[in-house]
């Protein structure tokens, strides 16, 4: 049973950072990019990060460069987004996103996870 379960979320003062974590099961974890999209309020969901396999190359959306980090650890099946320097507009749900195209097609997504930016 494929699983991707987030953490790390929850109530920050602008400025400020979040670590979030998403565990992933059920799947060959190596084999697929994996990103962290976000949906806030009102809005549709967008890309913020993704992350390659092999290799580790990122990619980022340009509102959060500079700002945001995403790193994996394939040894714990694990993808991580460092979000410092949080602003207002970061307030969202944020999903994890598994995907490869080797040797099919698949897609995976998380329940995810609130992060508020509020004083």
């Known amino acids: 049973q494929v699983q991707l379960v987030e953490s790390g979320g929850g109530l920050v003062q602008p400025g400020g950072s979040l670590r979030l974590s998403c565990a992933a099961s059920?799947?060959?974890?190596?084999?697929?990019?994996m990103s962290w999209y976000r949906q806030p309020p009102g809005k549709e969901r967008e890309l913020v990060a993704t992350?390659?396999?092999?290799?580790?190359?990122?990619n980022y959306a340009d509102s959060v460069k500079g700002r945001f980090t995403i790193s994996r650890d394939n040894a714990k099946s694990t993808v991580y987004l460092q979000m410092n320097s949080l602003k207002p507009e970061g307030t969202a749900v944020y999903h994890c996103?598994?995907?490869?195209?080797?040797?099919?097609?698949?897609?995976?997504w998380g329940q995810g996870t609130q992060v508020t930016v509020s004083s």
């Open positions: 059920g799947f060959t974890f190596s084999n697929y990019f």
């Open positions: 996103h598994a995907s490869t195209t080797w040797p099919a097609r698949r897609i995976y």
């Open positions: 992350i390659t396999s092999p290799g580790g190359s990122t």
